[in-house]
């Protein structure tokens, strides 16, 4: 398998990776290319843009000017406080509940709201609906979370024609943060084809009916998409802020905790070194870990080449975080067995055909191993020369103590204990509401 010379990246990385004459990916060169972007200038063409909207819907008396699907993680508070406080605009924060809430998800959420001042509408998948749509798309696709991505995808757009308010306002792109799918000249914008394609791997709802799965159009609400003509006749748009704003998560993640009262994990997760992502939801690890299962490279590498990428972190250090949790099975997977009502013996059986033949193979005792990792390229020839400068603000140094967890580095338990125990559960339990 081939690596990034720079990050961590596999050759196979989804949804799709490209590499250099250099041995660089995509990714890092998406990231590099922020220094060729005159920021001024985009946030002077953001500005301007959501005046237009600010003027047209003041006018037409619609108390919201735009909607930001938000989860309560870093990411929505921060382009909340974008939103009300920088730009004075009066978002609709909406959001999909998929129903696997963790305690300090709930907590993040309420405080989102009560810190901005904003009103929210949420939607609850009911947990008998998820439960079949999660157990089918487990064994179809390899996928447990298609609900969570197909909600998020399409019920802010149902609220967009519903309310009649066209601007949806997300954060960054995600393919093209980790992976550069995209270059930041193309200035992309949602799109239903990205959503189909790669978000709901290329199934639509009525996919999901038929006497095997047991879904009937009563389970599938929320993941209907509006029409292209109740679409274009409203003029629905959906932005990145990542366009037009220079994104650093680890300096956004640090002002809505200074500021804004965000909380993030305490203590060493299973899936990452990270406390302060994907902190709605742990779902997510058992998510990742199928990841890991298919393609043979999780979170910790998304995170740590994320770090290198920012000089915060060596390429060495990275395949350390690599070597520490990429394999790991997260103990939440029980949690999600007993709520599928499955063994694990059929949970890894439906993802058997489904690991890539390029990274995974069977031992003489029919026991599934990797063939590569990246721990085997710390020493690939070409790494000195493609090096990221490193910076004084490094990922485990003291200061950064609440936002990356490290053996060496002192635990900040207290905001995650507080919102366990004000729920009464076990950390690896969920909530629905």
């Known amino acids: 398998m081939e690596y990034c ?10 949804p799709a990776i490209i590499f250099d004459e250099e041995g660089v990916c ?45 989860s309560g993680g870093k990411d929505s508070h921060y382009q909340t406080y974008l939103m009300k406080v920088v730009y004075g605009m009066n978002p609709l924060l909406v959001t999909y509940n998929h129903a696997f809430n963790t305690p300090l998800g709930i907590r993040n959420l309420n405080n ?15 947990p008998t609906s998820v439960r079949k749509i999660s157990r089918y798309m487990l064994k179809k696709v390899g996928d447990l979370t298609w609900h969570y991505h197909a909600g998020i995808r399409t019920f802010p757009f149902q609220v967009a024609v519903k309310y009649k308010i066209p601007l949806i306002v997300w954060g960054e792109h995600g393919f093209a943060e980790l992976t550069g799918m995209f270059t930041l000249e193309d200035m992309v914008e949602f799109t239903k084809w990205t959503r189909q394609e790669h978000d709901m791997r290329g199934f639509e709802p009525d996919d999901l009916i038929n006497d095997e799965s047991g879904i009937t159009w009563n389970d599938l609400a929320p993941y209907v998409y ?5 679409i274009e006749e409203l003029g629905v748009r959906g932005i990145y802020l990542s366009n037009f704003l220079y994104w650093n998560a680890k300096e956004q993640a640090d002002f809505v905790i200074s500021n804004y009262n965000f909380k993030t994990f305490s203590g060493k997760r299973d899936r990452t070194f990270s406390l302060y992502t ?16 298919k393609f043979g490279y999780g979170r910790a590498t998304d995170d740590a080449s994320m770090e290198i990428r920012h000089g915060r972190m060596s390429r060495e250090e990275g395949i350390e ?14 949690t999600y067995l007993k709520f599928l009502e499955i063994t694990e013996a059929e949970f890894y059986d439906w993802i058997e055909p489904m690991r890539d033949p390029d990274i995974w193979e069977k031992n003489d005792q029919g026991k599934w191993v990797v063939n590569d990792s ?9 790494i000195d ?49």
């Not at 843009?49 to 000017?65: A, R, S």
């Not at 994907?278 to 299962?293: F, G, I």
């Open 278 to 293: 994907k902190t709605d939801d742990h779902a997510n690890d058992v998510h990742d870990y199928l990841k890991y299962l």
């Open 112 to 126: 989102l709201v009560t810190q901005f001042g904003c009103d929210l509408i949420r939607f609850t998948a009911n």
């Open 374 to 382: 990246v721990v085997n390229h710390a020493h690939d020839e070409g």
């Open 26 to 70: 995509s990714g890092c060169r998406y990231h590099e290319s922020r220094q060729n972007i005159d920021w001024r200038e985009r946030e002077k063409l953001l500005r301007e843009f959501l005046e237009t909207y600010k003027k047209k819907f003041k006018e037409k008396g619609n108390p919201y000017d735009c909607i930001i699907p938000v």
């Open 321 to 334: 975080m690599v070597k520490q949790y990429d394999h790991v099975r997260p103990r939440t997977l029980d």
């Open 5 to 14: 010379k720079r990050c961590l990246y596999p050759a196979n990385a989804k």
């Open 226 to 230: 509006p029409t292209y003509e109740e």
């Open 385 to 433: 020369h493609v090096r990221v400068q490193q910076v004084g603000d490094k990922t485990f140094s003291e200061h950064n103590k609440g936002l990356y967890y490290h053996d060496g580095l002192e635990e900040n338990r207290e905001s995650n204990e507080v919102a366990v125990r004000a729920n009464r559960m076990d950390t690896l339990d969920f909530i629905v509401l």
